[in-house]
Nanobody, 124 residues
Framework: QLQFVESGGGLVQPGGSLRLSCAASGFTLDDSTIGWFRQAPGKDREGISCITSRGGVIKYLDSVKGRFTTSRDNAKNTVYLQMNRLKPEDTAVYYC?????????????????WGQGTQVTVSS
């Protein structure tokens, strides 16, 4: 069965860190670009990062650049989003997604397989 399972969300204080993971089973990630998205209450879904299949191209939303790091371990069929110096404005449901056309895009159309989402709450 094809599964793309997210984990690592939770409640953290401002300035803290979390690491999100997306693990694939039933298919491989080594030929896919991975996108990370988030959706806060009352706001549209926004792309925050993408990483191509070999990590050759990595992009970040300006508001997270320098704080968030996307990486992947294709041998483990897993991708990661390390989030440091978290701010209350980072509170959202976070999603991972894949696409196989080779593009690294911050736009949701074109991503075909999605994780279930995980809640990240940054609050004191």
């Amino acid at each position: 069965q094809l599964q793309f399972v997210e984990s690592g969300g939770g409640l953290v204080q401002p300035g803290g860190s979390l690491r999100l993971s997306c693990a694939a089973s039933g298919f491989t990630l080594d030929d896919s670009t991975i996108g990370w998205f988030r959706q806060a209450p009352g706001k549209d879904r926004e792309g925050i990062s993408c990483i191509t299949s070999r990590g050759g191209v990595i992009k970040y939303l300006d508001s997270v650049k320098g704080r968030f790091t996307t990486s992947r371990d294709n041998a483990k069929n897993t991708v990661y989003l390390q989030m440091n110096r978290l701010k209350p404005e980072d509170t959202a449901v976070y999603y991972c997604a894949t696409r196989r056309d080779g593009f690294c895009s911050e736009y949701a159309p074109g991503y075909s397989t999605w994780g279930q989402g995980t809640q990240v709450t940054v609050s004191s």
